[in-house]
């Protein structure tokens, strides 16, 4: 009889601690967090208790929850989140690429893992959700191994990159210690643009540097440097300065000085002095 009484009351602890291990995605706010807040409409009795969806585990490789009833759990009283339609539900802007996931959990419990699925491109929304939607393998996984998570749980995912437009990211928490799982759905957007682009660097020409010989031009983008000027630019000409062998005149830009006076210029000869032999014969 004392044997009996235990295992009545461990069935019984069992049953209570699967009923109150409830949570829901808080952010991005899931289909039937939504409804709790007032954004979705007309939802039924899931806007009361959002983190209720809880059905047998097997998703995607057993008949858990059962195709047409992937939103609701296949619970009846949920029913009205399994509505499908372009613009039947509220959806979240997201963007490719690591995002936070954030579940809350009003009752702990130990837990298997944490999987994320999402729609393929190119899914119809306006039919029941069904694992033909769906890319079967999760995008993301986190294996817990039994242990009591936070009320609070966060987990980064990578989205990926080729989405755009509407799509359903589908949540399992599923339990390590009961056959149960509980089923979250969230309803994104993705911009139209936000796949990424690689871009190209900004690479500026090299500047090419030239050393002029003499005589030579010396030639930029702007200025010209040297013997002939640019337009519009003020040159001054280079004096070129030469020395002048006995005899020969100098020449500079406005003097000439030698035997030879410049036009305009008064020039006096040089005096040429010569020493006399002595005592010449």
């Not at 019984?12 to 967090?33: D, E, V």
């Not at 609701?72 to 499908?84: T, W």
């Not at 009320?151 to 080729?162: H, L, N, R």
Request: glycine share 8%; aromatic share 8%.
């Amino acid at each position: 009889m004392k044997l009996k009484k235990i295992f009545i009351m461990s069935i019984i602890l069992t049953a209570s601690s699967t009923l109150w291990a409830h949570g829901y995605i808080k952010s991005p706010a899931s289909r039937a967090y939504k409804c709790a807040q007032g954004i979705n409409k007309d939802c039924g009795d899931i806007k009361y208790e959002p983190q209720s969806v809880e059905q047998r585990s097997g998703f995607p490789d057993k008949n858990f929850p059962i195709d047409g009833k992937l939103a609701s759990g296949g619970i009846q009283r949920f029913a009205k989140l399994d509505e499908a339609g372009e613009n039947r539900w509220h959806k979240t802007q997201m963007h490719v690429g690591d995002n936070n996931f954030s579940w809350y959990l009003t009752a702990r419990h130990s837990t298997a893992n944490w999987r994320y699925y999402i729609t393929k491109n190119g899914w119809n929304p306006n039919v029941p959700l069904t694992r033909a939607a769906f890319d079967l393998k999760p995008f993301c996984t986190q294996y817990d191994g039994g242990a009591i998570p936070k009320a609070d749980v966060s987990i980064i995912c990578e989205v990926p990159v080729d989405r755009i437009g509407y799509h359903i990211i589908y949540g399992v928490w599923q339990i390590a210690d009961t056959s149960n799982s509980f089923y979250q759905v969230v309803d994104v957007i993705f911009p139209d643009n936000d796949k990424k682009q690689p871009t190209e660097p900004d690479i500026k020409e090299p500047t090419e540097t030239v050393t002029n010989q003499p005589g030579e031009l010396v030639v930029t983008d702007t200025t010209v440097t040297g013997t002939k000027p640019a337009t519009g630019s003020v040159v001054t000409q280079p004096t070129e300065t030469a020395t002048n062998q006995p005899g020969e005149p100098v020449v500079s830009d406005t003097t000439v000085t030698g035997t030879k006076p410049a036009t305009g210029s008064v020039v006096t000869q040089p005096t040429e002095t010569a020493s006399n032999q002595v005592n010449q014969l």
